[in-house]
Each structure stands twice: as structure tokens, then as C-alpha cells.
């Protein structure tokens, strides 16, 4: 094939909203839907997808990109498309939105490259795992303990080896519901709570103390808020041993992931590559692991995920939100089901191996 390709001549933006199964809650916030905003790249005869979750308003900022920026490129510019993207949205900032619009765009190409290449895109970036480990994800503040036993007990049964939780919304209830998952998931399975920036750094210090002692909680992501890195060091450098803290999910750029790194804020940084921008920026978040000797772990939307989390050195492990995971299933031919609590993505199937099931996602579409 010619190193340049065919170029850009198709491109489209779908916005889904997805009402959740049930209402939910973490410490500092509730939801009753989410919004997938999908894009599409053709080029050739293939069509790359890439999306991220974000507000429906970010759907109108990557139609602008992909018109203005997009369109009528060789999809293997890809590092000069980048840049006039960052250009383009350089007046009204690179992170939130932008970056989110970026990301879905960036994750679309990655896609469309492999395809082009007719191979997987794991194997495109250079494997070096076959599998990666999950944590089932969820276990909201707004579930009772029968909805927090089910679903954790039953991500324990179906063999994974970390499960997480939130907490923060009722303080003085947290110890309580923290023990209620403990006994759902018994004593061999990791358990992880996230208090998305809850607690106060007091608060945080007392919790986790409790959590080590009663429940043997390994995982206390966003103890106080990811912006507070005074606070996060304070909390990370009186942890109990044993417990790591984690933080990045709000990462949208490498300056970012660099601040939060140097401030020995976090034991595990994590990466959104739906938010950060895309499969490159998680590459660039992985290369500042690498050189802080730091493990990465990905947040939220595991099927953007999985291929990069096997090509990424330090990626130890990825998130399986409940949400997102039942998004995922229901839109996508090539969903890849974890086996004995391991992701691995399929290098038999083109890209990063997913079809969009259009008749079953159209319903959703705003
Ligand atoms: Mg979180």
C-alpha cells in the first residue's frame, strides 16, 4: 500500500443518550442516563469508530472538527491531523469538551488506520500482553445493600479479582456498606472504593485507616478532589501500607497527568483515553508512567481501552463500569467478555474489532 493511503471522504457524529437501569450515585454527584457521542471516519473502503462519553453539545464541536480539520486528510497524517484539532480549538481551551471532542475523533483514526492495515489495533501499536485484568465498576451510593451484594458478589462469582465501590455521599454510613461488600465478595477478591472527591483531607485520612482495618480495602481513588495535589499527597503519604491512591480520570492533557505525577499526588495514575485525548494521549500518559515508575490503570469505557491497555508497559489494569459495560454490550458486534476476571482484545478481528449494531443503539439516538 502507499505510505499515504486513500484519504478522508465520509465522516458523521452520533449522539446516544442511554437511560441507567436504576438510579445513580457516587459522593458527589447522581445521574439517571448516559450520553455516548460515536464518530465515524471512512476512508477507502473502511470506517473507523471512536467515541467518548460526554455532553451532547460535544456531538456540534466534533461535526465543526471533522468539517474544518478532518475531511479530505490521509488518515495515516494522523500526527498532523492532531495538531491543527488542537489548533482549531486553541481559542476556547484544550481541555473539557475540546478535548473530549478530540479524543473520540483521535480514537476513530487510531480505528481506521488498523483497518486500513487490516489488522488488529493492538497489534498495529505493538502488544505487550495478551490480556489485561478488569475491576467490575459500580457499586453506587445509591444502591441498597441488596443492589451493592448482587452486583458486586456477582462480578466475585464470575471470577474477577477486584471489584470497587463509591462512597461519600453518606460519610457516616460508608464503614457500614463497605462491610456489606466485603461479605458479598469475601475475603479473596480486592475491593476498591472511590469517593470521587467527597471527603476533606481529615475525613480521608480517618476513612482510610477504617477501611484498611474492618475491610481490607486496597483502592482509595479520589479520596479528596483530583485538583486538591496538597491534599492527595497528604493522604497518599499517611495511607495505610498496602493501599494505593488513585486519581486522573479528569486528566484531559499530559501537563496534566505531569502535575499530578510530580507531586507524588498518587501511588496509581489513572487515564481516560475517552477524555485525555484518545488512544494518543493515553500513549503519552503511559510514556509518564513510565518515566515516574508509576502503574497506569484506565478509567470507564473499556472497549476504548483494552487494545492500548495491552500495548501500554505500565497498564496494570482497566475499569469494567457497570454503565458503560451495558452500553458497550448492547451497541457493539465484538464486545470482548472478560474470562476469569482477564480482557483481551480479539487480533483476529480488524482495528479495535467493533461493529456498531445500528438497529439496537438507533433508539437511543437524540
Ligand atoms: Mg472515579
Not at 485484568?133 to 458486586?152: C, E, H, I, K, R
Request: aromatic share 8%.
Amino acid at each position: 500500500m502507499h505510505i499515504q493511503g486513500p484519504r478522508i471522504h465520509g465522516s458523521k457524529v452520533q449522539v446516544y443518550k442511554v437511560p441507567t437501569d436504576a438510579p445513580e450515585a457516587d459522593g458527589t454527584f447522581a445521574w439517571d442516563s448516559t450520553t455516548m457521542v460515536l464518530v465515524s471516519i471512512e476512508a477507502g473502503d473502511k470506517r473507523g469508530i471512536g467515541y467518548t462519553y460526554a455532553d451532547g453539545s460535544t456531538g456540534k464541536l466534533v461535526k465543526t472538527l471533522l468539517e474544518k480539520v478532518v475531511e479530505g486528510r490521509a488518515p495515516f497524517d494522523h500526527g498532523s491531523i492532531l495538531q491543527d484539532l488542537y489548533r482549531q480549538v486553541r481559542n476556547s481551551g484544550e481541555t473539557g469538551i475540546s478535548s473530549m471532542a478530540i479524543s473520540a475523533i483521535d480514537n476513530a483514526l487510531w480505528d481506521l488506520r488498523a483497518r486500513l492495515l487490516d489488522t488488529s489495533l493492538v497489534s498495529l501499536l505493538g502488544s505487550v500482553r495478551g490480556g489485561i485484568p478488569v475491576y467490575g465498576s459500580g457499586g453506587f451510593t445509591s444502591y441498597d445493600d441488596a443492589q451493592l451484594t448482587n452486583q458486586l458478589g456477582g462480578w466475585a462469582e464470575r471470577g474477577f479479582s477486584m471489584v470497587k465501590m463509591k462512597v461519600g455521599t453518606h460519610p457516616d454510613d460508608d464503614l457500614r456498606r463497605v462491610s456489606v461488600a466485603r461479605k458479598a465478595i469475601g475475603e479473596s477478591t480486592d475491593l476498591f472504593v472511590d469517593a470521587n472527591g467527597a471527603y476533606t483531607v481529615a475525613q480521608a485520612l480517618a476513612l482510610a485507616q477504617a477501611f484498611a482495618q474492618a475491610s481490607n480495602v486496597r483502592w482509595f481513588e479520589e479520596p479528596v478532589s483530583s485538583d486538591n495535589l496538597v491534599g492527595l499527597s497528604k493522604v497518599r503519604a499517611r495511607a495505610p501500607l498496602g493501599m494505593d491512591i488513585a486519581a486522573g480520570e479528569y486528566g484531559y492533557t499530559a501537563w496534566y497527568f505531569d502535575r499530578m505525577l510530580k507531586a507524588n499526588a498518587i501511588t496509581v495514575l489513572q487515564a481516560d483515553a475517552t477524555r485525555c485525548g484518545g488512544i494518543s494521549g493515553f500513549l503519552n500518559s503511559g510514556a509518564l508512567c513510565w518515566a515516574a515508575n508509576t502503574p497506569l490503570s484506565s478509567h470507564c469505557g473499556p472497549s476504548m481501552h483494552v487494545h492500548v491497555c495491552c500495548a501500554v508497559p505500565r497498564a496494570i489494569h482497566m475499569e469494567f463500569f457497570h454503565d458503560h459495560v451495558r452500553i458497550e454490550r448492547m451497541f457493539f458486534d465484538g464486545f470482548c467478555e472478560p474470562v476469569g476476571g482477564v480482557m483481551c482484545p480479539d487480533r483476529t478481528r480488524p482495528g479495535m474489532g467493533l461493529t456498531l449494531k445500528e438497529k439496537d443503539a438507533e433508539r437511543f439516538l437524540t
